[in-house]
Every structure is written in structure tokens, then in C-alpha cells.
């Protein structure tokens, strides 16, 4: 019977809540409790964000404002896989920019965007210890290193 209830029991939620409970006593809490619930769920869902006004007693406008403010913070899902292209000094120099242009225009998706079918998601980042492979991008934290513009479909398409 007991297996039933915990089947019921959102992980996440129980997290999100002890989260809640910990800080919401706290003066300048709203930050770190954003940085932990993202951390939670991978980005934050509207139903957090008012979960999170709630509790720390924050109107949700501000809880928004705080969160559109800040670039680390994410109100969509991340793609299944993660590309971050580098443009760090080395790979900059080593025709990274060139790279990220093929890639943006291969996904058709900014640098934070996320493809509609919700395979990728890009991310601009300086320097993934790799300089000596320079130019590189990582999917999923692997990274591919010596990379031109005509080698980045093929590396794409690996990625489901
Ligand atoms: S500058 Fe790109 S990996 Fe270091």
C-alpha cells in the first residue's frame, strides 16, 4: 500500500519544499533560491517561480524581474543536448566565430535558444579547457575539438 502513496510523491516537489521551508525566513534569499530550484528542475516552470513568491513573501513580479535580469536563469527546458561553442581566446583566434555562425545557422537558434523540437539547446561560452583542440564546441560535455564549418552538421547529427 505504502508503495502506491510514494509512487504519488513528486521528487522534485519534496526538494522544491524543503528548499522553501530553509530560506524563506531569510533576508536576501530570492537569488540562491532561484540558483537551487533551477538546479532542481533544469529551469524554472511558472508554477515554481510562484511557489518561490509565496513562501519568501516576494510579489512575482519582482520574482520575474530578478530572473529576466540575470542570464543564468531559464524559464523554458533545455534542449535534449546542450551545445556550448567556445569562443574563448585561443578558439576565437582559431576561427570559432566561424563555427558558431554555421552552428546558429544549422539549429536556426540564437545563443540561450532552444530548437522548437527540443533537440538542442546553444550556449555561447569562454574557454572549456580544450584550447589545444582550438576551435571546439561540446555536446553534452563532449567535447569536439579541431573543428571547421563543413565538419558541424555531421557532428550535429550524431546527437538525437
Ligand atoms: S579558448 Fe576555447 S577551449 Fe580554451
Redesign the pocket.
Known amino acids: 500500500m505504502s508503495a502506491v502513496h510514494e509512487e504519488l510523491i513528486d521528487p522534485k516537489q519534496v526538494k522544491l519544499d524543503e528548499l522553501l521551508d530553509h530560506y524563506k525566513t531569510q533576508k536576501g534569499a530570492l537569488i540562491p533560491v532561484l540558483q537551487q530550484a533551477q538546479d532542481i528542475y533544469g529551469y524554472l516552470p511558472a508554477d515554481v517561480l510562484k511557489q518561490i513568491s509565496k513562501a519568501l513573501r516576494l510579489p512575482l513580479a519582482k520574482v520575474y524581474g530578478v530572473v529576466t535580469f540575470y542570464a543564468q536563469f531559464r524559464l523554458t527546458p533545455m534542449g535534449r543536448n546542450v551545445v556550448r561553442v ?1 569562443l ?4 576565437h583566434v582559431r576561427g ?1 566565430a566561424k563555427v558558431l555562425e554555421t552552428i546558429q545557422k544549422e539549429l536556426k537558434i540564437e545563443d540561450g535558444g532552444t530548437t522548437e523540437d527540443g533537440r538542442y539547446t546553444l550556449e555561447i561560452v ?6 589545444g583542440l ?3 564546441f561540446s555536446v553534452n560535455n563532449v567535447v569536439h575539438g579541431k573543428m571547421s564549418p563543413d565538419k558541424v552538421a555531421g557532428v550535429l547529427a550524431k546527437y538525437e
Open positions: 567556445c574563448g581566446t585561443a578558439c570559432g569562454a574557454c572549456i579547457g580544450a584550447c582550438a576551435p571546439v
